[in-house]
């Protein structure tokens, strides 16, 4: 009889479990891949890249690659779009906050199902893990980023994304690891101390410098307020979880955050042949077009924010042309590429320019494939989840949290 009750309860308890799944089935639709690139972008819209004189190349690779011109970034800022393209969740984070590093008693916001917010002011971002509730996706935005009408517009204005409670607090990352594959996040400008606890770096300086041992002390002294923050950790979205924070398992953790240059970064590895299954590609916050505020005229940010070619810094918008170039030849003339049967590269941003409704937050993604079609425009509706589960697809993997949602399509025109 207690046996009886025992399994009664399990069958109740799996019954009243959630019924989205946090992990699927391995999505089809997409040809096997040896190797995928991605190059993230910063902050512009379809229309202020596409067809802009000032970047040349990147326009060439839209008519030459494969364009998707329907694709849209889910929210703001660019933190809840990194890790909804690594983790297909935004974790209840809606904001750009630093990481609370190794803070193993901090409840997670997809434990308390609490926002992470930029508008009201929320702390650091607790080490994601476990499971819980993300944070719902609204059509418009009145609160956080902007407040009042018009607001911001997510996605395409119209469409909106319900909160998950069964999401898992993983990234592709770990679903690399476990099918034995291998996985890089490449972050221009990381100090050569690696990503430990930091914030921010021009590639020497960081938020954890000691000025005070910097002698003669200057007037004004030198603070870190000072620094030009090329590497943010906001786009290293790997950073943000505990695992990749405390390092247990090697491969699943900050040894596999490294810079562009040295013997073990980016360029080093595409010499040699050794590139990784999944390369998540962040140029610095200079040369990814979304500019520095301390960094002079050729990096500063657009003088306006109006979804317009018109107010862009043309100097920003060339020198990420120029990034995109330098990466995506190297990439195509590395030995993994050359021995590849089929890789792709994927130039995408993460958001539109945050300017207010009735402009919406679509944005340029470009597929390059090695085997696959070129010259294609897709006009399909697919946005960041879409992105995840194509490449899931391609590397054999699980679909992951909304990358698993019903309505989220696999972009085969694009890749195959």
Not at 41 to 66: D, K, R, W
Not at 309 to 336: F, H, M, Y
């Amino acid at each position: 009889m207690k046996k009886t009750l025992a399994m009664v309860s399990l069958l109740n308890a799996v019954l009243a479990a959630p019924a989205m799944a946090n992990e699927g089935a391995v999505p089809t639709g997409i040809n096997a891949l040896d190797h995928v690139y991605v190059i993230m972008m910063e902050n512009h819209g379809y229309g202020q890249i596409i067809g802009n004189p000032n970047a040349p190349y990147t326009n060439q690779l839209a008519a030459s690659g494969n364009l998707a011109t329907n694709y849209f970034a889910i929210a703001h800022p660019s933190l809840t779009n990194y890790l909804e393209v690594v983790g297909g969740s935004n974790f209840g984070v809606h904001s750009d906050n630093y990481p609370n590093w190794h803070n193993a008693a901090c409840l997670t916001n997809l434990a308390t199902t609490t926002t992470n917010t930029d508008t009201p002011a929320s702390g650091l971002v607790c080490p994601i893990s476990g499971t819980g509730t993300d944070a719902a996706t609204t059509a418009v935005d009145t609160t956080n980023e902007t407040q009042g009408l018009p607001g911001d517009n997510n996605i395409d204005g119209v469409r909106s994304i319900a909160a998950a409670t069964n999401i898992s607090g993983k990234t592709i990352a770990d679903q690399l690891v476990k099918a034995r594959k291998t996985w890089k996040s490449y972050q221009e400008s990381l100090p050569v101390e690696g990503a430990d606890k930091v914030n921010i770096s021009d590639g020497f300086y960081t938020n954890n410098t000691d000025f005070s041992k910097i002698t003669p002390v200057l007037n004004p002294p030198l603070t870190s307020s000072g620094i030009v923050a090329l590497y943010a950790v906001k786009h290293n979205p790997f950073a943000y979880f505990k695992n990749v924070q405390e390092g247990m398992n090697p491969k699943l953790s900050l040894n596999q955050v490294v810079g562009f240059e040295g013997e073990n970064g980016l360029f080093a590895d595409l010499a040699s042949g050794k590139a990784a299954n999944f390369s998540f590609i962040a140029p610095n916050q200079c040369n990814d077009q979304h500019g520095r505020g301390n960094a002079g005229p050729f990096c500063n940010y657009d003088p306006l924010s109006d979804g317009s070619q018109a107010g862009l810094n043309p100097a920003l918008i060339q020198r990420g042309d120029e990034t995109i170039k330098r990466l995506v030849t190297s990439i195509q003339s590395s030995a993994a590429w050359t021995r590849s049967t089929n890789s792709a590269i994927v130039i995408m941003w993460d958001e539109n320019d945050y300017s207010t409704a009735p402009n919406t937050n679509q944005v340029p993604v470009i597929v390059l494939t090695k085997a696959g079609s070129k010259g294609m425009q897709s006009s399909t509706y697919y946005n960041h989840f879409s992105l995840l589960k194509s490449i899931e697809s391609g590397l054999g993997l699980p679909c992951l949290n909304h990358a698993c949602d019903a309505d989220v399509q696999v972009m085969s025109d694009l890749f195959n």
